[in-house]
């Protein structure tokens, strides 16, 4: 299962993007979305999503 952005609560600050190993996060329409296709929760490089773990909105959830 892929994780994504709750585009309402997104800051729009970037954290996410420079974390994602699997270049999944990108910017589009004022906020940043997740590539359900790329997204791997970063299975195989961290334990945990990288993605939850630097936003400062939490807005990071499993899809």
């Known amino acids: 299962m892929a994780y994504k952005i709750k585009a309402s609560d997104c800051t729009a600050c970037g ?19 997740i590539d359900p296709v790329k997204c791997t929760e970063c299975q195989g490089h961290f334990d945990a999503p990288q993605c939850a773990a630097v936003c400062p909105a939490d807005c990071c959830v499993p899809a």
């Open 15 to 33: 954290a996410c993007e420079a974390e994602c190993p699997n270049i999944a996060i990108s910017f589009k329409k004022g906020t940043y979305v």
